[in-house]
């Protein structure tokens, strides 16, 4: 599922303050685990961290999570926004540069957390690892949400979704809508719902991988690089008819985020 851009596409569960009047100072999107995280903006890594498991730990401060700093400039500045609590596997690094709608990684439950969400931040500067909460600081306690986008603090920039951009499925045709499932198989040919798995497979981090020509043609390079996926990604053992480049309905559902509409038959 893509970060939605802008936010009022997506219910906010948590916003400028929690429900105890603790300040928050960023938006929580309570989405299903595994929903996959894009960037907001154009930029680069900053810093990230990866391998905690989907283990909720509410009320615990400081819980390790995973999560992705990312860089970016917003009205001519320096920003950083925060995702947090992402299941482990991160589809990006340290020191990457990212376009606007690559994916991150998939929300998850990692660190202090109640259940399953993306916990979104933003902020002037480009923050470090150690100093990725500077959005929180100095918020005073009777201190209301900035109606002109910054804190006080001059630090926290709210709402988050004062950094975004456009949504990413408006940057290419094939970044949402229909697909067909009976299309996706080896062999089709001039098929928009090819090149919707095309476009996919292209903004997916596979070992050995290779960027796939938008084509709509089921051809062996696409073939090749869907087996891939199932074996790296969706962990099917090599040589069985999960691991034949062929994607099933139950494969789709996780390789296509919601932006894009399953149908059985064109």
């Not at 009047?21 to 299903?32: L, R, S, T």
């Not at 150690?130 to 986008?149: F, M, Q, T, V």
């Not at 719902?193 to 596979?206: A, D, E, G, P």
Request: charged share 20%; aromatic share 8%.
């Amino acid at each position: 599922m893509a970060l939605p851009l802008p936010a009022g596409k997506l219910k906010v569960g948590t916003g400028w303050r929690y429900s105890s009047g603790g300040k928050h100072a960023a938006f929580d999107y309570p989405v299903a685990t595994g929903t996959t995280v894009f960037a907001v903006q154009d930029g680069i890594v900053l810093a990230c961290n990866d391998g905690v498991t989907n283990k909720p730990q509410p009320g615990v401060q400081g819980a390790d999570s995973n999560w992705v700093l990312l860089g970016i400039r917003h009205a001519g500045k320096k920003a950083s926004v925060l995702y947090q609590h992402l299941s482990p596997g991160l589809q990006v690094k340290k020191g990457e540069q990212v376009k606007a709608g690559d994916p991150l990684g998939k929300s998850g439950s990692s660190g202090n957390a109640t259940g399953p969400h993306l916990h979104l931040a933003a902020m002037w500067g480009h923050r470090t690892a150690n100093s990725r909460y500077d959005y929180l600081i100095n918020i005073g306690a009777n201190e209301k949400a900035p109606k002109k986008g910054t804190a006080a603090n001059e630090i926290c920039i709210f709402p988050p979704d004062q950094v975004y951009t456009g949504k990413p499925a408006e940057r290419n045709p094939f970044a949402g809508g229909d697909v067909f499932l009976d299309k996706l198989k080896f062999g089709v040919k001039q098929s928009d719902s090819v090149k919707r798995l095309q476009f996919v497979l292209n903004h997916i981090k596979l070992v050995s991988g290779r960027t796939l020509a938008v084509s709509g043609n089921y051809d062996i390079d696409t073939k090749n690089e869907a087996t891939k996926w199932q074996i790296q990604i969706d962990k099917c053992k090599p040589g069985t008819p999960a691991a034949d480049g062929n994607i099933g309905p139950k494969q789709a559902e996780k390789l296509f985020g919601p932006q894009y509409t399953l149908k059985a038959h064109s």
